[in-house]
T-cell receptor, first 109, second 113 residues
Framework: GENVEQHPSTLSVQEGDSAVIKCTYSDSASNYFPWYKQELGKRPQLIIDIRSNVGEKKDQRIAVTLNKTAKHFSLHITETQPEDSAVYFCAADYDKVIFGPGTSLSVIP | DTGVSQNPRHKITKRGQNVTFRCDPISEHNRLYWYRQTLGQGPEFLTYFQNEAQLEKSRLLSDRFSAERPKGSFSTLEIQRTEQGDSAMYLC???????????FGPGTRLLVL
């Protein structure tokens, strides 16, 4: 069945450092992989997504890489800022979206 | 149109009661999704619609849960005979086509006593 795993579950970095979150998915049928950020008490919001026809996508300090052969994708945040602190969810779209369990990122000023 | 809206935002009910939640998607979004989220977990897929057609319902979803989208616009999610384990945040999301960005509503937080 469709399953998405995500690591690490918690991540703490110093302000200005980079953060990397890794995800794997079980079913190769997915061609769309969004990443969502959820701040405490708020709704999930899309921060970046990638489709299977590209291996990497970048948007300012955020980048996502995709390896379809290995069925894994990663989120990279550079020059982290305190406002990046939140829970990040990777997801795989199988007509319905299956979310990973989340990574709680803390950026220490 | 300022985004996906959900009502009520909070609901407290007693075990065994029925509850109904409403979701109003972004205008012209033909896809509408329902998720359930508990503390420390990612959103869990419940069901989704394309226009008024319900295309899939999670196999994990009890028969006590039912959803409708009668005119392809707003949707309702009903939980019958609520149980304490139903306590969670219920999120609605909509998208314009697939696969496209899903925009989430603020959620309805349900507490079953």
């Amino acid at each position: 069945g469709e399953n998405v795993e995500q690591h690490p579950s918690t991540l703490s970095v110093q302000e200005g450092d980079s953060a990397v979150i890794k995800c794997t998915y079980s079913d190769s049928a997915s061609n769309y992989f969004p990443w969502y950020k959820q701040e405490l008490g708020k709704r999930p919001q899309l921060i970046i997504d990638i489709r299977s026809n590209v291996g990497e996508k970048k948007d300012q300090r955020i980048a996502v890489t995709l390896n379809k052969t290995a069925k894994h994708f990663s989120l990279h945040i550079t020059e982290t800022q305190p406002e990046d602190s939140a829970v990040y969810f990777c997801a795989a779209d199988y007509d319905k979206v299956i979310f990973g369990p989340g990574t709680s990122l803390s950026v220490i000023p | 149109d300022t985004g996906v809206s959900q009502n009520p935002r909070h609901k407290i009910t007693k075990r065994g009661q029925n509850v109904t939640f409403r979701c109003d998607p972004i205008s012209e979004h033909n896809r509408l999704y329902w998720y359930r989220q508990t503390l420390g977990q990612g959103p869990e897929f419940l069901t989704y619609f394309q226009n008024e057609a319900q295309l899939e319902k999670s196999r994990l979803l009890s028969d006590r849960f039912s959803a409708e989208r009668p005119k392809g616009s707003f949707s309702t999610l009903e939980i019958q005979r609520t149980e304490q384990g139903d306590s969670a945040m219920y999120l609605c999301a909509s998208s314009h086509g697939h696969p496209e960005t899903q925009y989430f509503g603020p959620g309805t937080r349900l507490l079953v006593l």
